[in-house]
């Protein structure tokens, strides 16, 4: 060992913070590089500064991320992030959870890039088809998609339980209002934004591919009428519903 | 028998010891690999702190100067060819099953969808397989797996010496053939720390824990994605015309 690297041994064994990324700048490690295929697992990140870190082939399960600052990069190409929280929206160079999602998704199922509206079809199709593997994995992914993309982000953010829902069975709504402990019209307003895709002249052709169509059509009937009587009732001051 | 020259360059002896030989039998043209590996607590003075440390995983790899055959290689192991698999099937309660359905569904879901009332058959299938677990796994190119059989255990014991690790052949003298041994970095764990002052054992966060053992494994050079801790080399020194 080298005497710089003695002498920082030292400097990280009486230091008297536990921040992370400030033990790593005592210790001299390059953020960029040093800590690529290593595991960090169950490690709270808590106010550490990790927009220079890559933790490109590392695992980093049930670790806390939530009050650390990440770009969008940080967590590219990490091999697992099973129970982890994720970084707090309110950052202003934020990893959004869609991002961390979908790279679980793609490891998972092996697909290309999933989009959003494949998401929501697939959610769909998972629906109909019953509990599979990867079926859960598509309703989170078409939540977490329609959260995003609507004015619930902040609630959505607020709750990582979506990780929770990763790795459980749970499939219909019920299961997932248990587990996100999300209000029921939270989760409509997300699953409704997938009915409402069967009724854009723009997404009839990624319906055309789905096969058993038929059975498609009756869930998001159902859908759209479950929600219809579990909704409450819409104010002036909140957007009309889509259909 | 022709003569070789073994060498052995090691980072962690305490964590890792390893030797290289040729065996009986060896010619130019054959020659029997016999490497010793054991494996334990490493232990490193750094300033006022004592360290121990061991890995969980090495992965052994060989190369040689020229194009070789490998045979009997230590940890090899042919599947077998036959599998046996039992499929039962079971008959479960109609009402029951038929009440999780649509509690499942939701009684409005289910009755679009038109859950039909006879559909409650369940099958089972069971499959029967014998598993080998071994602690030493030969694989392609010349390479070995060494780990516990938990994977995460750490390696503590001597794991190949019994036997020749394998034989390299080739049609022409094989004058060099080098082993290296590689570790992940994420296989390196740091044990415990001691104060060399008050002979005390510290406490380490996990955050401390795992920046040191960067540190601590930053000395080793890499290759690839593996970092080498040993490395050994075998030297024909009188090779035929």
Known sequence: MRQNDIEAFALVMDAQTEVF???????????????????????????????????????????DLSSAMTSSRTLDGVISIFGTRLPALHHPDRLVPQTVVSMRINRRVKSRSINYFGSLRKAATAAVQGAQSSAKNDVLSALTSAFLDGDRIDEWSAKPSHITLLRSDAIYLREIREITKLPVTSILRAMLKLANTSINPALKTEFANIHDKDALERVLITMRRRAM??????????????? | MPTFRSQVQNSFPDCLEVTFDEGQGTTPYSVVILTDLRCGLGREIYGNYTTTFCVTYAEVRLAADCPTKVRSRYGDRALQNETEENTATTEVDETETQGNALLKLGPSI??????????????TRKQQA???????RAKGDMKWDVSEIDGTDPLKGRYIGEDPLCILESDTPIKNI????????????????????SGEAKALSLAKRRVLEVLTSRSLDQEGDGLIIASGALELIDAPE
Not at chain 1, 21 to 30: C, N
Not at chain 1, 229 to 243: I, K
Not at chain 2, 113 to 118: A, I
Not at chain 2, 185 to 193: E, L, M, N
Request: charged content about 30%; glycine content about 6%.
């Open chain 2, 110 to 123: 289910a009755a679009s969808l038109g859950l039909s009332r006879r559909a409650a058959r369940e099958k």
């Open chain 1, 21 to 63: 990324s400030e033990l790593v700048d005592l210790s001299g490690l390059d953020p960029s590089t040093d800590f690529q295929g290593v595991d960090l697992s169950g490690i709270d990140f808590k106010e550490s500064d990790l927009r220079e870190f890559r933790f490109r082939g590392s695992r980093l399960d049930f670790c």
């Open chain 1, 229 to 243: 009587e579990l909704m409450p009732p819409v104010h002036s001051d909140q957007p009309e519903l889509p259909f």
């Open chain 2, 178 to 197: 080098r082993l290296r041994i590689l570790i992940p970095k994420r296989s390196f764990t740091i044990h415990s720390v001691t104060d060399n002052e």
């Open chain 2, 130 to 136: 014998t598993t080998f677990s071994h602690r030493v």
